[in-house]
Structure formats: C-alpha cells, structure tokens
C-alpha cells in the first residue's frame, strides 16, 4: 500500500507550479510577489492548516479557506469566507494542471507485480476522499489500486495505527504481510511499523531526520529508499534503517 501525494502522486510540483501561476493571473498586489518566497509560504500553509484538520479543528473546505485566507493577508489582501472560497478554487484550477504521477510510479508497480506474483496494490490517505479519488482518475492509477482508505471514512488519521490495521482488515491480510510506502517518516513509515505492517520511507529530498524518530525507525526497521524504483531490491533485502548522510 501506498501514500500518494508526494509518494506515487507528484503533488507537490503541481503544488509550485499552481500557486505561481494563479498569482500571476490575479496580478494586484500578488503581482509582486517573489516565486521563492511565495511557494515557501503556501506549503508552509498547507502544513499548517492540514494539520488543522486532522485535528478536526477545521473542516477540509475551511482548512482551504483559512490557507488562502492567511497568504492573501500575508499580501495585504483580506477575504471573507466566501472570497477565500473562491481564491482558493481558482488557484485549483492551475494545480490541477499539473496533475501528474512520479516518473517512477507505474515503472515500481510493474516491478512490484513481476517479483512477487499476486500482488495488491492499494492506498491510504489523510486527505479527502473525494479530492484523491479525483487524482487517482485523472492519471489513471485507480484502475490499479484495489482499495482507497481515507482517514476522513476510517474515523482515524496516520500515524494512528488504527487506519493502517483497518486497511489490513479491508485486504484480509495480517499487517506482518502488508508494506506501506510513504514520503513522510513518522506519518507514514514509523505509523505503518508501529502497526506491525512493514514501513518504507520514500525520501526523495534528502530530509534531515532528527535523532528520536532515527532511532524508532532503526528500532522498527523501517526502510529507507530514495526513489521507488529501489523499492523491489529494498524489500528483497529488507535493509535496515540508515538515515541519508
């Protein structure tokens, strides 16, 4: 099983690419504004206020609102909520233009499926159902996936390690015999072992990882890979849990 923004899903590029474009369009007091800084500030947002929602402080349609509410701001400009709403819709227009999947996404599933006959593929997600469904159609992975688990349905988010055994309960599989894939290391990799499923790290950037969760990774015997493409070899060999250098 597999995260998908940033993990199978290039959410993040498509993320850079949207906010600058959508700035450019609204001109005004965005007109200005430094596409370094700006991308800084909209993840940093996104962060902040997605987090905000699985709290459950924030519904998903207000934790948009309240993003585009704060950056707005940031620039001087102050929306209602019904402005917000539509800020934020017409910034999501040019993220979904740049849908895309990882270059290595259906390479590593094909990989997957010749060196362990049978395999199954599914997905768990902290976001919104509907909103992830609608990526999946678009790049044409759904039809690969056998199962989608949201933590808005489950009732529970990751690092819970309610919704990774759930998962495991959907695909009538004991965890010792799932392996979850994610970008994030306490959400995703640490959260899956925790479980007893077997945790894999995707760190496309290099991250810096601080010496609490290296040790419970190493403890877990989370892996560590760089691309997905090294994800067969990785499981084949089960290598323990080394932090990048």
Request: proline residues 4%; aromatic residues 10%.
């Amino acid at each position: 099983m597999f995260d998908l923004d940033d993990t199978v899903f290039a959410h993040r590029d498509a993320v850079d690419r949207g906010i600058v474009r959508h700035l450019r369009q609204l001109g005004g007091p965005f007109a200005s504004a430094d596409p370094s800084e700006t991308v800084t500030l909209w993840h940093a947002l996104e962060e902040e206020h997605y987090h905000s929602y699985l709290a459950g402080e924030l519904d998903f349609q207000g934790q948009r609102r309240a993003r585009a509410r704060d950056f707005a701001a940031a620039h001087g400009v102050y929306l209602a909520e019904a402005e917000a709403a539509a800020w934020y819709e017409a910034y999501f227009t040019h993220y979904e233009s740049g849908w895309r999947l990882h270059d290595d996404t259906l390479p590593c599933l094909s990989a997957l499926g010749a060196a362990y006959p049978g395999v199954r593929f599914g997905l768990i997600t902290n976001a919104g159902l509907a909103s992830q469904v609608q990526k999946l159609r678009f790049t044409g992975l759904a039809e690969r996936l056998e199962h989608v688990i949201a933590s808005e349905a489950a009732g529970f988010a990751k690092p819970d390690p309610r919704i990774f055994l759930h998962a495991c309960t959907v695909f009538e599989v004991a965890p010792s015999d799932a392996v979850y894939v994610g970008d994030r290391l306490r959400t995703d990799a640490i959260g899956a072992a925790a479980a007893g499923l077997t945790g894999v790290w995707l760190d496309r950037r290099s991250a810096v990882v601080d010496d609490a969760d290296a040790s419970e990774a190493a403890r877990l015997g989370v892996i560590r890979v760089t691309d997905l493409l090294a994800l067969p070899e990785a499981l084949a060999a089960r290598r323990p849990f080394r932090p990048a250098p």
